[in-house]
């Protein structure tokens, strides 16, 4: 039997093996889908790959697969994301919280920011009475001030 055409589904095989992704899932479709997935992954390398070799880029610069699967998930990771943007709730300056706990009740007022961050001469004092933390979203009781 001649064996000269057979090998692009022998080394299609070994290269989903090599970092296959792992689905846990008794739903046969989602295997599927990652399968195909994997797959799709792979032969886009494998054009990425003839291209880049083509166009006379040295192999040494050419993506491996870990490399070009890495860098496809990253870009499918950022898709729809601006810039710059954090998840979660935005936060608060340390001042803009105290003015929303100044009006629950009264408060200590905290020193102003230019005081408060210049470093100079700020000692902790030992308190004898108990008393709140002023920085927003504490609930803690401080022994020091």
């Not at 998840?87 to 929303?100: A, C, T």
Request: glycine share 8%; aromatic share 8%.
């Amino acid at each position: 039997m001649n064996n000269q055409f057979m090998g692009g589904v022998d080394l299609l095989d070994s290269l989903l093996a090599l970092y296959r992704i792992p689905v846990r899932s008794k739903k046969w479709y989602h295997r599927l889908l990652w399968h195909f997935f994997d797959l799709s992954v792979v032969q886009s390398w494998l054009m990425y790959r003839r291209e880049a070799t083509a166009n006379n880029v040295p192999g040494k610069e050419q993506l491996s697969l870990l490399q070009f699967k890495l860098s496809v998930a990253q870009s499918l990771m950022s898709e729809n994301k601006a810039k710059g943007m954090k998840r979660g709730r935005p936060s608060r300056d340390v001042d803009e919280g105290h003015r929303q706990k100044a009006a629950r009740g009264p408060a200590a007022a905290l020193p102003v920011t230019a005081v408060r961050i210049d470093g100079v001469a700020h000692w902790p004092v030992f308190a004898t009475k108990k008393g709140r933390c002023k920085l927003p979203g504490c609930k803690g009781i401080p022994k020091i001030k």
